[in-house]
């Protein structure tokens, strides 16, 4: 470099005097040479070599500085992605404290400052309490109340399904005395007229049942079928305590059925027996260029019967919600008089990308009546606040864009708030109760002219 090959020991003549570098003459020289581009990476190097030079004045040094940053500045543009006309009614719907404009790329967020820590300082995360309701309600739903041992066999001449209770054991107690007196329910699902149980034996924790009960089903039907036995404690004066239930979704899960085949199973914990409402088979896709979101409702089966006639007039509803407060909803058409109803129908929504992790689907398949409300069969819900495989299969849409993604899923019951009936009482019956005395209160003199009262 030019100033670092001349000699220490003429640095008058490598340095003008500070009066001459603070002239305007000079200030003026400095700013043609910072102009031409050719000068401005030498500079530049200058710069990165010694920020503290005593060779490069501390004017020329920041004004180097500006010039490169000015010069950045205007070749850096930023481009915000157009938002589509149509999210425009989705972001109408959504809360004010969200923010809904679209995302500058561009920006980056300056990095957060770290806080000096000490080993003597007090940190209040670590004395935090943890919650130990929702483990314990966790451990208590997954406790294994015993096992239970039953064997399984088809008889393919009278088309029967042959179930065997063998024997129990490490039931809990459910007396004052220490023991409980067990008695099995078997169930053949989706049918609960069918009920068949076991004997109650008094008095002991690992009774021995060993008896058969036989279904009728067709061969083609086992797949579809569950296996449900109930496990419960026998009282004499008071209703009968329930200690565990065992659901076997596949009936071919220990072998072909062919033969008798012996199967052990946890009992869980349960204090009411789990009713099957059916299922729902509907794929999820979405488009992120286009911010569409498509649910198509294949079909159910197994749904539980509403009506009389042992059939139910089932459509499904599906609601858009966004921090619980519900945006849309859209329905299929009604099938009638099934429990295994087909639609293949699509139901659309324009959600736009940014958004996505803010909304949540509710699926409610619903029994049409005529005369009445419509009764809820059951619903599911998928969304990244879901449970289960309502996560599971919202994620695996996510992960996958444009291409359907089909799953079963089970419905589960409606648990409705003191809140929510509430407000829903007072905003329906009440207008329509004070309309009627103020009715009776108009119509009053006019039946006592009609009618005196003696």
């Known amino acids: ?138 451990s208590e739903a997954t406790k294994s109340c015993g096992k239970i041992n039953f064997s399984l066999r088809y008889d393919y001449e009278t088309e029967t399904l042959i179930v065997r209770i063998l024997k129990a054991f490490d039931l809990p107690a459910k007396d004052f005395c220490g023991s409980s007196d067990p008695y099995v329910k078997i169930y053949l699902l989706p049918d609960r007229k069918c009920k068949l149980q076991t004997r109650v034996h008094r008095k002991t924790l690992n009774p021995t049942f060993d008896e058969n009960f036989h279904f009728p089903v067709p061969y083609e039907e086992l797949a579809d079928r569950k296996l449900h036995l109930s496990v419960f404690d026998f009282d004499r004066f008071s209703r009968h305590d329930m200690i565990g239930e065992v659901i076997m979704d596949n009936l071919f899960e220990a072998s072909d059925l062919s033969r008798e085949t012996s199967i052990w199973k946890d009992i869980q914990y349960a204090t009411s027996e789990s009713v099957d409402l059916g299922e729902i088979m509907f794929s999820l896709c979405y488009l992120p260029t286009a911010g569409r979101l498509t649910l198509t ?31 849309k909803k859209k329905k299929t058409t009604i099938k009638k008089n099934t429990l295994n109803p087909v639609y293949n129908e699509a139901i659309i929504f324009d959600i736009p990308p940014e958004n996505m992790d803010q909304v949540s689907l509710l699926i409610s398949v619903m029994d049409y009546d005529r005369v009445g409300h419509n009764e809820i069969i059951g619903v599911c819900r998928v969304g990244i606040n879901a449970e289960g495989l309502g996560r599971d299969h919202w994620n695996e849409m996510l992960a996958y864009p444009r291409k359907p993604i089909a799953h079963w899923h089970s419905l589960v019951e409606v648990k409705k708030s003191f809140k929510e009936v509430v407000p829903r009482l007072g905003l329906q019956s009440w207008p329509l109760l004070t309309y009627c005395i103020i009715l009776t209160l108009s119509l009053l003199p006019q039946l006592q002219r009609k009618y005196p009262f003696e």
Request: overall charge positive; charged content about 25%; some cysteine.
């Open 1 to 138: 470099m030019p100033w670092r090959n001349k000699e220490a020991s003429s640095p008058s003549s490598a340095n003008p005097p500070l009066e001459a570098l603070q002239s305007p003459s000079f200030r003026g020289n400095m700013a043609d040479k910072l102009k031409d581009p050719s000068t401005l990476g030498f500079l530049e190097a200058a710069v990165k070599i010694s920020h503290t030079s005593p060779d490069i004045p501390a004017e020329v040094q920041m004004s180097v500085k500006e010039h490169i940053m000015r010069h950045t500045r205007l070749q850096r543009q930023t481009t915000e992605p157009a938002s589509s006309t149509r999210h425009t009614s989705f972001k109408r719907h959504l809360p004010r404290q969200m923010h809904v404009s679209s995302v500058d790329y561009g920006n980056e967020l300056p990095p957060a400052a770290e806080q000096p820590t000490s080993i003597g300082r007090i940190k209040p995360e670590l004395y935090k309490q943890k919650s130990v309701d929702g483990d314990d309600a966790k």
């Open 297 to 327: 409702v294949i079909k159910c089966r197994n749904l539980k019967a509403m009506d009389i006639t042992g059939y139910s007039d089932p459509y499904v509803k599906v609601s858009l919600l966004c921090d619980g407060r519900r945006l």
